[in-house]
């Protein structure tokens, strides 16, 4: 099954236990965990990804999902930063949906990029 397939009701735990984050939230982490392996493995890449490479994934993802709506669903899921990837990633290896290196820190997503200049100025200019 992939990661994207799963219902929402397994993510309703971890809306229960924090609050900051929608369902969707969570979800999309996985789908943008599974689209950032995917890419690296088509580019001969395999193994272990960092929290930097996933902050990557999750900003190509989402820019192809929400386009210059990004920062505005961002919002509405409670992610003001991608801190906030890095707590859900933590909560999902909690809940055993992914795993981590011993080496790994929820300290590694902070400040990987500004969502307004990525989100907003982006399409300003384009």
Not at 24 to 29: C, I, V
Not at 42 to 64: D, F, P, R, W
Not at 84 to 90: M, R, S, T
Request: hydrophobic content about 35%.
């Amino acid at each position: 099954m992939a990661m994207s397939d799963y219902k929402s009701e397994v993510f309703q735990p971890l809306v229960d236990r924090d609050g900051r984050y929608a369902r969707e939230a969570y979800s999309f982490t996985l789908e943008a965990f599974e689209y950032t392996m995917q890419r690296r493995r088509a580019m001969g890449q395999v193994g272990h990804i960092t929290g930097g490479q996933l902050c990557q994934g999750i900003k190509e993802y989402a820019e192809s999902a929400f386009g210059y709506l990004t920062k505005t669903v961002f919002s509405q899921w409670g992610l003001r930063s991608t801190r906030d990837f890095g707590e859900i990633v933590f909560a999902l290896i909690e809940a055993e949906l992914l795993s981590k290196r011993d080496s790994d820190r929820v300290e590694d997503f902070d400040r990987a990029f500004e969502f307004d200049e990525v989100f907003e100025r982006q399409f300003i200019y384009d």
